[in-house]
């Protein structure tokens, strides 16, 4: 069975710093792309972050680009997601997903002071 | 970037009756492969996204065969041909064709009458 599961998400005050975790099991994690799609109160899907197989090729929405780091450790089948300089308007649900074929129940992340 | 618009934002469908979601995508975003990387998720209320549909008529394994999936070029639509209580949700489409630069449309939200 395919599992994935975020955590890490909590509340954090604006320009502060959170790292997500995605923990992987039930299929061939090394061979997988894996992103982050968020998803703020009431509002649409938003691709975020991805990072290929091996972890040599990593991508960013623009709204995340400077601020975010996405990386991997294939031995431990965790995907990370640094996330620095946090704004009010990064607030979601982050999902991840290996290659948008099964998703996370997805953490909260709440900036606010 | 490629701009996802669906149509309608909201459906109310009568049960055991058909509905029809449009996608349209500001430019076609056929990869070098050939192929039309457009997805289509289901997002129930409190649930994470799920894909019905890749590569614009895909089914994915366990999605009722209710569901269909056309469209080339710039032009999607995901049919429901008989509208059942469980389908109740937001339905989004997303190209995954360029990356970065994935685009999720809005997401169109289908309840019963």
């Known amino acids: 069975e395919v599992r994935m599961l975020e955590s890490g998400g909590d509340l954090v005050q604006p320009g502060g710093s959170l790292r997500l975790s995605c923990a992987a099991s039930g299929f061939p994690f090394s061979s997988y792309a894996i992103t982050w799609v968020r998803q703020a109160p009431g509002e649409r899907l938003e691709w975020v972050s991805a990072?290929?197989?091996?972890?040599?090729?990593?991508y960013y929405a623009d709204s995340v680009k400077g601020r975010f780091t996405i990386s991997r450790d294939n031995s431990k089948n965790t995907v990370f997601l640094q996330m620095n300089s946090l704004r009010a308007e990064d607030t979601a649900v982050y999902y991840c997903?290996?290659?948008?074929?099964?998703w996370g129940p997805g953490t909260l992340v709440t900036v606010s002071s | 970037d490629v701009v996802m618009t669906q149509s309608p934002l909201s459906l109310s469908v009568t049960l055991g009756q058909p509905a029809s979601i449009s996608c349209r995508s500001s430019q076609s975003f056929v990869y070098i492969d050939g192929n039309t990387y457009l997805n289509w998720f289901q997002q129930r209320p409190g649930q994470s996204p799920r894909r019905l549909l890749y590569?614009?008529?895909n089914r994915d394994p366990g999605v009722p065969d209710r569901f269909s999936g056309s469209g080339s070029g710039t032009d999607f639509t995901l049919k429901i041909s008989r509208v059942e209580a469980e389908d109740v949700g937001v339905y989004y489409c997303?190209?995954?064709?360029?990356?970065?630069?994935?685009?999720f449309g809005q997401g169109t939200r289908l309840e019963i009458k």
């Open positions: 590569k614009v008529s």
């Open positions: 997303m190209q995954g064709t360029y990356w970065p630069g994935i685009a």
């Open positions: 990072i290929s197989d091996t972890g040599d090729r990593t």
């Open positions: 997903s290996n290659n948008f074929d099964f």
